[in-house]
């Protein structure tokens, strides 16, 4: 995959190109669309990616039915799935910065360290979200829908796209106590104002409960098949 970044008057365009197995013309228009795929079959050949997606998938194809035969436990499997998927947080999370402190001009004011654990942390908890939706599902249409139904709301009053703050009064107690709520508010205050992990100790505690109470509720509810 090739990232361009070019100004065309006083817009910046990105342009991505890619040699990857391409898209058909009539899916083009549905580029942007959370968790759509545009083959949807058991019997296509790339599968959806996330973690979610990922836990489905090994259980459609009953290769869980079999570890479940194994020494294996519940813990480890999903212990496993979520190690796996943090082994890419360091790419995921520096290039995207990288590309805006270089690019765009973004200032960096706070400390790796304090960034790192904000990430970390927000990988952890999102990564649990992800086992507690798969922990029963066996369709990707399914974990597609269950996903979006619970992405889709936070990405819209989270502040990902504007401030969480233009929503009434009244849904600030839910707004602030949604994970990617605090994962951005702690991202920006780390980022853009410097703060250290003492100022951010109610961000983190929530990103924290998160993590705790879905990977719990993952490990309790967690089926093989």
């Known amino acids: 995959v090739t990232i361009a970044a070019a100004y065309e008057a006083a817009d910046l365009v990105l342009t991505v190109t890619d040699n990857g ?3 058909a013309a009539d899916d083009l228009a549905r580029i942007g669309q959370p968790f759509f795929q545009a083959r949807a079959a058991y019997d296509r050949k790339y599968d959806g990616t996330g973690l979610g997606f990922s836990i489905v998938q090994t259980r ?3 290769l869980l039915k079999r570890l479940r035969a194994s020494p294996m436990r519940r813990r480890d499997y999903l212990a496993a799935q979520l190690l796996g998927r943090l082994a890419f947080l360091v790419p995921e999370v520096v290039i995207p910065i990288a590309f ?3 690019v765009l001009g973004m200032p960096i004011q706070g400390s790796a360290l304090t960034i790192g654990v904000v ?3 927000g990988a952890v908890a999102f990564g649990a ?3 507690l939706a798969a922990s029963r599902v066996r369709t990707f249409e399914a974990i597609s829908g269950l996903l979006n139904l619970v992405m889709v709301p936070m990405w819209v009053l989270s502040g990902v796209f504007f401030s969480s703050a233009n929503f009434p009064d009244a849904m ?3 707004i602030q106590v949604l994970p990617l709520t605090a994962l951005v508010d702690a991202m920006r205050a780390a980022i853009l104002d410097g703060d250290g992990l003492g100022q951010l ?3 983190l505690t929530v ?3 998160w993590a705790v109470a879905s990977g719990g509720a993952a490990l309790a509810i967690f089926r093989w098949q």
């Open 119 to 121: 990430c970390l942390l």
């Open 129 to 131: 979200l992800g086992l």
């Open 100 to 102: 805006g402190a270089w």
């Open 21 to 23: 197995v391409g898209i």
């Open 207 to 209: 990103l924290v409960t």
């Open 201 to 203: 100790v109610p961000q």
């Open 60 to 62: 459609m194809r009953r």
């Open 172 to 174: 600030q107690p839910f």
